[in-house]
């Protein structure tokens, strides 16, 4: 088999039939699958098996119980399942028409490249089918601030963020992608220096069915941006900086109401605690949860450590004050920074540290049982 055609699915029942015939007539004379990565509620399996009766090319899908990491997770399991090494990515609203694959094909077929981008900016491209003003300038913009991020890396790519595109996954190490966010072409292209060209195309309305892209996918791109860039103790420190400000922000109020300000000092940290917990979780070590213990002993240790660690600045800061003469400020500044690299490293090592294979301590199996117990449906 010459390629695969890799189309993520989610809820895209009113397109599955044009687009079978559509792709199966661009891409005549080239030995091509179709392969359905399915993540949809509604009956984009059907459909697709029924047109995979009367196509003139061979069409799978794939439905995914549980959807592991959304568009991203839906591209990388049909790379794994491709049975040709040189795969197209392409949506399933006919927004990606199928027409450009022959050109896509053919700038491959020159051979100096592991990457085609089908761009919407090229000169011949269009982005026209960007539902409003608002997603215009959302792409533009976002386009501009990842090309400033891989100046080197996306020298050759006037299109990061299009979800239509050839890659040759012998070029790839699909390991070591993180599927998480929208993004995968931009995941693909900024883990590793590949030779990529580009082809332009006309970026089409959508055909049928409705839009999945959300504010919510927005901020993952974000959080996906700055990590591929500064790696996960930058998100860290953005985060750690967020509940600085969140801190004082509560002691404010709470004082302002006119709670004593010991009190007011103690929620607010508690709920720094709480809210950082919840935010590393999600941005940070989210790619490492499955394989780390269940989220109240990771709750458990987090919330350990920082109210440790509360306790032990402290006096640490007196320390260097008293005995090596540091201004307060200083101090501050220090164990600060000192702080943020131990928790770090007690996050990355500790709280979200694999499970070990062997015996759980007696401790963590009490917790569990007692996780289990609590989680149990009553029996009344
Ligand atoms: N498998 C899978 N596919 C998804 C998921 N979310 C979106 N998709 C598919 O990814 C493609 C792109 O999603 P769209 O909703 O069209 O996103 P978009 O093109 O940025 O937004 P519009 O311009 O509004 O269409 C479509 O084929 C969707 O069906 C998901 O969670 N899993
Ligand atoms: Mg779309």
């Known amino acids: 088999m010459q390629l695969t055609i890799i189309v993520p699915t989610f809820n895209e029942a009113p397109n599955v039939a044009e687009l079978v015939t559509r792709t199966a007539a661009a891409v005549q004379g080239v030995d091509a699958e179709l392969l359905f990565v399915d993540d949809s509620t509604d009956d984009t399996p059907d459909r697709v098996r029924a047109a995979a009766e009367t196509a003139p090319l061979p069409v799978r899908v794939v439905h995914r119980e549980h959807a592991e990491g959304g568009l991203g997770g839906a591209v990388l399991e049909g790379l794994g399942l491709a049975s040709a090494d040189v795969c197209i990515v392409m949506d399933g609203d006919l927004q990606h028409p199928p027409e450009t694959i022959p050109a896509l094909l053919e700038r491959h077929g020159e051979g100096d490249v592991d990457v085609v981008v089908a761009s919407r900016y090229r000169s011949g491209g269009s982005s026209g089918g960007l539902a409003d003003q608002r997603r215009v300038w959302v792409s533009r913009l976002s386009t501009l601030l990842t090309k400033a991020m891989f100046p080197i890396r996306l020298r050759d790519v006037s299109d990061p963020m299009t ?218």
């Open 163 to 380: 979800g239509f595109f050839l890659v040759d996954r012998r070029a790839l190490n699909v390991a070591a992608l993180r599927p998480r966010g929208y993004k995968i072409l931009l995941e693909i292209l900024a883990r590793k220096t590949l030779r990529a060209a580009e082809v332009p195309f006309v970026f089409d309305d959508r055909h049928g069915g409705y839009s999945k892209a959300t504010f919510r996918q927005g901020m993952h791109f974000l959080a996906q941006l700055w990590q591929l860039r500064f790696g996960k103790m930058s998100v860290f420190a953005v985060i750690g900086g967020l509940g600085a400000i969140a801190n004082v922000g509560i002691v404010w109020a709470l004082t302002a109401l006119g709670v004593n300000y010991v009190v007011a000092a103690i929620i607010a940290a508690e709920a720094t605690i709480i809210g950082n917990f919840l935010l590393i979780e999600r941005f940070v070590f989210q790619d490492m949860r499955a394989e780390a213990s269940n989220v109240w002993w990771r709750f458990a240790k987090s919330f350990t450590f920082n109210n440790a660690e509360l306790v032990v600045r402290i006096p640490v800061m007196a320390f260097m004050v008293s005995t090596w003469n540091f201004t307060a400020v200083l101090a501050t500044a220090v164990t600060l920074a000192l702080a943020f690299i131990v928790r770090f490293v007690f996050h990355s090592l500790v709280v979200y540290a694999p499970r070990t294979q062997g015996k759980p301590s007696p401790a963590r199996q009490f917790l569990d049982e007692l996780d289990e117990q609590a989680v149990r449906p009553g029996e009344l």
